[in-house]
């Protein structure tokens, strides 16, 4: 059965001769054993920089988005850029949980815990921007659904951002429950093994009493595939529909019917590179290198060199399509972009994320970890650039010369992006101490098949049948 269904060139994705107990210690070890002074340094910095961005909100809520540096002519600045690029962070989570999941793709299970929880968080960082993009922030509540009772008048949408919250807010939940229920059998895996009453007892409430019956895994499977069907579209719909902010707007630059599948890909591409950035770190610090391998590194790097491929191809079909368009509203536009006083976000972005990924060709540097963890944060540098390329130097030309204007970030635009990676890393760092950043259940389900202890006797095994055959031929010929 093996010969029919393994490759024997696959490496393990396991490393060490591990057994089923040996799983489960390694990674509850940072769960049972006291935080590192890392780990306090690392919260400390994170809640420094939250503090710092809740601060500059309430500036902003207090005196008005005037203290923004978005002005009549470039209204979404620095708030709209982050929200799309911390949406696209959050892209990597569901298509490793989900597509992978339907496609039966083992290499998943050592990244896909901490990839589901980058993605809730990177979500709450996102949701904030057009809420506080509004202005009047206490006004939020009207862009929800809510019961109509205050009779014939409702407020009218005209932001396109109003699409956002219906994408985002389908996105959030249904990764939530994702995430959440692959927990589910490791929280009571930690709660027998917890020392104290109250672990024992919180751990027990999070796990839902859950007994590892037969009835609870085909509950469990079943669930996980139903949300996996759900989450597939949601991959591919939410960023379509982030981009169709921009697509189907009029403006010179703008009004492009490659804006979908661009942004998926490129969103895609930004969050693969995030996860590595994580889960380098993650490895690194709990000592998880024989659970996350250098095999599981080199497939995100695959994946990114193939994004990076497919928006670099975008990038050059847009300059094309202004060019063959033959309208000069459309070339001027990507002439400002290129060569204008914003020349230097251009370059940046094409030089992080068409240059850069393509380095990833070499086997030797895909399996770099050092490389690997340095150019996945040249990559999110060169999708935030991206945004802003997209968002700024559209907006600063405009039809009428007089109009014309320039954009630069204030204290408290900056102190809000801060505050969201403040946001981000304390939720992760959390995540990390108190949660299984590996999934224990699905690590120990493909032990067995891509354990090394597996991949040593399917290599005997396939030699022997090497050598039997070769007798055979030798003895028939």
Not at 196 to 216: D, E, M, P, Q, V
Not at 236 to 254: K, N, R
């Amino acid at each position: 059965m093996h010969l029919k269904y393994e490759s024997f060139i696959r490496e393990p994705l396991v490393d060490g001769n591990k057994t089923y107990k040996d799983v489960t210690a390694d990674i509850c070890r940072p769960i049972e054993q006291k935080p590192t002074k890392l780990w306090y340094f690392g919260l400390v910095v994170s809640l420094l920089f939250l503090g710092f961005g809740a601060f500059s909100v309430f500036w902003e809520v207090y005196w008005g988005i005037g203290v923004w540096g978005i002005n009549h002519t470039i209204g979404w600045g620095w708030d709209i850029t982050n929200f799309v690029w911390w949406v696209g962070i959050g892209h990597a989570g569901t298509l490793i949980s989900a597509i992978l999941l339907l496609f039966r793709q083992h290499w998943r299970t050592g990244v896909n815990r901490a990839a589901e929880a980058m993605t809730i968080f990177a979500v709450m960082c996102a949701g904030q921007f057009p809420i506080f993009h509004m202005g009047r922030v206490w006004d939020a509540m009207y862009v929800l659904p809510l019961p109509n009772t205050r009779g014939p008048l409702w407020p009218n949408f005209n932001s396109a951002l109003l699409w956002d919250v219906f994408a985002i807010s389908t996105y959030f939940t249904v990764s939530l429950l994702f995430w959440y229920s692959g927990l589910i059998p490791d929280f009571a895996t930690v709660r027998d093994r917890a020392k104290t009453k109250l672990r024992k007892r919180l751990y027990g409430i999070a796990s839902f009493g859950w007994t590892g019956t037969a009835k609870n895994w085909q509950r469990f499977e079943a669930l996980s595939l139903v949300l996996a069907g759900l989450s597939t579209p949601l991959v591919l719909s939410v960023h379509t529909i982030v981009s169709f902010d921009f697509a189907t707007s009029v403006i010179p630059g703008w009004h492009a019917t490659i804006f979908p599948p661009y942004f998926v890909a490129g969103a895609i591409f930004s969050g693969f590179a995030m996860v590595n950035t994580l889960l380098i770190l993650v490895r690194k610090i709990y000592r998880l290198e024989e659970y996350i391998t250098m095999g599981h590194i080199e497939a995100m790097n695959k994946v990114i060199v193939l994004t990076g491929s497919i928006v670099g191809i975008a990038y050059i079909t847009e300059l094309f399509m202004a060019w063959y368009s033959q309208v000069v509203y459309e070339q001027e536009a990507f002439k400002w972009r290129v060569l204008g006083p914003y020349w230097w976000s251009y370059w940046a972005m094409m030089t992080c994320n068409v240059i850069s990924p393509q380095f990833f060709w070499f086997k030797k540097l895909r399996r770099n970890i050092v490389f690997s963890f340095i150019l996945s944060i040249v990559v999110n540098i060169g999708m935030w650039f991206e945004r802003f390329v997209i968002i700024a130097t559209t907006l600063y030309r405009d039809y009428i010369p007089s109009n014309w204007s320039y954009y630069s970030p204030t204290w408290p635009e900056l102190g809000f992006y801060l505050g969201t990676f403040g946001l981000f890393f304390t939720c992760f760092l959390l995540f990390s101490k108190y949660f299984p950043v590996i999934a224990i259940a699905e690590v120990k389900f493909v032990l067995k098949t891509t354990g090394s202890k597996a991949h040593e006797e399917n290599m005997a095994l396939e030699e022997k049948s090497l050598e039997e055959f070769i007798h055979l031929a030798e003895h028939a010929h």
